[in-house]
């Protein structure tokens, strides 16, 4: 099968070990994204990708294209221009966090994700995601 996928490749910077971001002193770096990372994802599983994008003409941009490329897929319709790679901030914990559900779900502040999580389903996310864990381990 040929896939076309498009969309912002960004870099991820993820704290070591289980550190949140303010106990950290340094990041491991990634590049993703959603689009990037299914396009991966298919690749892997034997399929003929390609993928759209536009980085800077900079080593960034440049190392998240080649980060890409490493697994299969086309980068050959990858665009050039811009100054900036979008960059996000991952924490590994031994949950989730809110405020890594709340960035992934499109919110740039946990608290007011979690006052509309509330609205929406009667619990806050830490409720939810403890009920889901009770749930998962039975």
């Not at 303010?22 to 990634?30: G, H, K, P, R, V």
């Not at 409720?127 to 889901?132: L, Q, S, T, V, W």
């Amino acid at each position: 099968m040929k896939v076309l996928t498009f969309g912002e490749v960004m870099l991820r910077l993820k704290t070591p070990e289980h550190l949140k971001i303010l106990q950290a002193d340094t990041f491991e770096a990634n590049y993703g994204g959603a689009e990037a990372n299914v396009a991966v994802s298919l690749a892997t599983l034997g399929d003929d990708v390609s993928y759209v994008t536009k980085v800077p003409e900079h080593q960034v941009g440049q190392a998240a294209v080649n980060e890409i490329r490493r697994f299969g897929v086309d980068t050959s319709r990858v665009l050039r221009g811009g100054g900036r790679v979008g960059i996000y901030y991952f924490e590994k914990g031994n949950n989730i966090r809110v405020s890594e559900l709340a960035y992934i779900v499109g919110f740039n502040d946990p608290k007011y994700f979690s006052v509309c999580f509330k609205k929406e389903f009667g619990m806050l996310p830490t409720d939810y995601i403890e009920r889901f864990i009770q749930d998962v381990e039975k």
